[in-house]
């Protein structure tokens, strides 16, 4: 089976940009969940998707959008974006989303905003 | 509402050495525990996980887990260290706090291996 894949994995922006990241979850899971992963904040939840809905969502500005596709595959876009975006962001999905469930992440996708 | 601490950012363990990665919890509810594993420029991996069955949990690569109830703590352990196991490793906790199921993240702890 084939894992979550993230695409694209590396990506370099400019400040006030836009960007979106998309991610394939393991066939069968109907939860994607997105992070940003930096140095100095760690692991941050930013938003949980199941069944094209979303169902929790982190502590992050409007900027930090995200939508769900029937097929459950997943995006999630950041407008206007800023210095402090420069992150890896990591989609991971699971089959429910219950807490019990094994979480599986993708590779990431690296953001660096100049 | 949850939350994790993991007691040092780095350790430092000579190859063959024990390896003690410490995590301590807060949770409302009885928890569900993770350590998860990142190798350079990857995603995390899941090493084990505590679901309440046996409080020793044994995962991949020689590494287990004890969930003490009274102290809070579920400490990674792995009795000799290896080159191959220097990563960043992450413990979570997950529960039903408010209907949620999203798992919180510790900082993490960069783990050097010395040959």
């Known amino acids: 089976k084939a894992g979550v894949t993230q695409t694209p994995r590396y990506l370099i922006k400019t400040r006030g940009q836009q960007v979106t990241l998309s991610c394939s979850p393991i066939?069968?899971?109907?939860?994607v969940s997105w992070y940003q992963q930096t140095p100095g904040q760690g692991l941050q939840f930013l938003f949980e998707?199941?069944?094209?809905?979303?169902?929790n969502k982190g502590n992050f500005p409007g900027r930090f959008s995200g939508r769900q596709f029937s097929n459950s595959r997943s995006e999630m876009n950041v407008s206007t974006l800023e210095l402090g975006d420069s992150a890896l962001y990591l989609c991971?999905?699971?089959?429910?989303?219950?807490?019990?469930?094994?979480?599986?992440f993708g590779p990431g996708t690296r953001l660096l905003v100049l | 509402a949850q939350s994790v601490t993991q007691l040092g950012s780095h350790v430092s363990v000579s190859e063959g050495a024990l390896v003690l990665l410490r995590c301590n919890y807060s949770?409302?509810?009885?928890?569900?525990l993770f350590w998860y594993v990142q190798y350079p420029n990857q995603g995390l991996q899941l090493l084990l996980k505590?679901?309440?069955?046996?409080?020793l949990v044994k995962g991949i690569n020689g590494f287990e887990a004890e969930f003490k109830k009274s102290e809070t703590s579920f400490h990674l352990t792995k009795p000799s260290a290896h080159m191959s196991d220097a990563a960043e490793y992450f413990c979570?906790?997950?529960?039903?706090?408010?209907?949620?199921?999203?798992?919180?993240f510790g900082r993490g702890t960069s783990l050097i291996v010395h040959p």
């Open positions: 066939s069968g899971h109907r939860s």
């Open positions: 998707y199941f069944s094209e809905t979303q169902r």
């Open positions: 949770s409302s509810v009885p928890p569900y």
């Open positions: 505590y679901t309440s069955a046996a409080t």
């Open positions: 979570a906790v997950s529960d039903a706090s408010g209907g949620s199921y999203i798992p919180t």
């Open positions: 991971a999905s699971s089959w429910l989303g219950q807490g019990f469930e094994t979480q599986y």
